[in-house]
Structures are given as C-alpha cells and as structure tokens.
C-alpha cells in the first residue's frame, strides 16, 4: 500500500491557460474523490468515480472543470482558461468501499495562479 | 443540503491535557456517517475516527473518542493526554448513505503547548 500519489506537488501558471493533475489512487481502490480546499476551509466535494464511470459531477465548480479516469485506475483534472479564483490545493482521496469505508488522501496539488 | 459546523476556529491546550473539540451537523437523513480527520501541517489529511449513526455507542480509538448525540446532530472529539503530535487542523466530515463526497467543516487549529 503505497497511498495515494498526487502530481505535480505545486503548479504555478499564468491565468487563461489549461492546467491537469493527475491521481494515482491505492491500487485495489475502485472509488475515486475530488476535492479543493482554499485557505481556511475545509475541502469542498467536486466529483467522484466508481471505477471509470464518473457518478456525481454536478458538484465541479465550472464548465470549465472536468474529470477522468479513463481505464478506472489513475485520474485527471483539468481546469481550462484558470483564473484567479481557482488558486487552492486540490486534493483527491480514494476509498474501497462507501459508508465506513474511510477515503485515503493525497497530499494535495496546490495550484496558484499569477 | 447537508451542512456541517465546527465553531472553534482555533483551539490551545497544554501537553497530558484533555481537550474537546466540537462539531455540529445538518442532514434529514436517518443513516449517515461521521469521520473526524486530522491535517498536520504541510501533511495529507488521515482518518481519526469514525461513526455510523444508527450505532448508539461512541467510537473509541485509543486516546481518541466521540460524544455522538443523534437527536442533538452533534459529534464532538475528545482527544485525552494530549500530545505535541497531536496539533494540526481537525475536520468534522458527514457523509450520506449513497456514495457521494464528505461534507466537510471549516476545521478547528489545534495546538498543544509543552
């Protein structure tokens, strides 16, 4: 068990441009959480996987924002023409099971915007 | 829409301490979950403890318990001989019976002072 792998670390970009991360979740994990947490806050639920099918996404911020997981194994977030308000950390969690079943954070991508 | 307050922003108790810390929640669902998460500095998010609401008797996990009072929606954590280790944010979090995200509160900055 290696825990959930997130990348990059920090991303620092220019606002207008396109920016993904990527989640690798625990290997035996079939769901799959995305969260934001700006300063201050608790994090904020975006969207979550079942496998590869994506179930709750009427939770993500913007058109602008969008989710993968293609084979049901790693994960994407992209987040298109960013703007100042996107600054925070993204954090993506991982879970095997949904009740009691705890979800296993990341450390989080912090992204900032210039 | 579920919502979930945590009304002590920040919170300082010296080592071997007792301190509690409070969460209130709103949900018209009968079945839930509650978790306690744990954010140390710079550090990802771990699992403290957990509840599931129809259980009557309160979590206990090492020097970690809770105070769950359904008809109150009100899920406190007491943390007993408090430890230097033990400062970090802490999270109240609800989740529903289905398969969606935790909802989270804004967190309570514990410090424990030697």
């Known amino acids: 068990d290696t825990g959930v792998s997130q990348d990059p670390r920090h991303k620092i970009t220019k606002r207008g441009q396109n920016v993904t991360f990527r989640c690798d979740p625990i290997?035996?994990?079939?769901?799959l959480y995305w969260y934001r947490q700006t300063l201050g806050q608790g994090p904020e639920f975006l969207t979550y996987?079942?496998?590869?099918?994506?179930?709750?996404k009427s939770r993500l911020l913007s058109d602008r924002f969008s989710a993968e997981r293609p084979k049901g194994s790693f994960s994407t977030l992209e987040i298109q023409r960013t703007e100042q308000g996107d600054s925070a950390m993204y954090l993506c969690?991982?879970?095997?099971?949904?009740?009691?079943?705890?979800?296993?954070f990341g450390d989080g991508t912090r992204l900032s915007i210039l | 829409a579920q919502t979930v307050t945590q009304s002590q922003p920040e919170m300082s108790v010296q080592e071997a301490e007792t301190v509690t810390l409070s969460c209130t929640y709103d949900?018209?669902?009968?079945?839930?979950?509650l978790f306690w998460y744990k954010q140390p500095p710079s550090r990802q998010m771990i699992l403290v403890i957990r509840?599931?609401?129809?259980?009557?008797q309160n979590a206990t996990e090492n020097r970690f318990s809770v105070n769950f009072q359904k008809a109150a929606k009100s899920f406190s954590l007491k943390i007993s001989d408090s430890q230097l280790g033990d400062t970090a944010m802490y999270f109240c979090?609800?989740?529903?019976?289905?398969?969606?995200?935790?909802?989270f509160g804004k967190g309570t900055h514990l410090i424990i002072q030697p």
């Open positions: 969690a991982s879970s095997s099971g949904q009740g009691l079943q705890p979800q296993h």
């Open positions: 290997s035996e994990h079939n769901r």
């Open positions: 996987f079942q496998n590869e099918a994506q179930l709750e």
């Open positions: 949900t018209s669902e009968n079945n839930y979950y």
């Open positions: 509840q599931e609401a129809y259980k009557q």
């Open positions: 979090a609800y989740s529903g019976g289905g398969a969606d995200g935790l909802t």
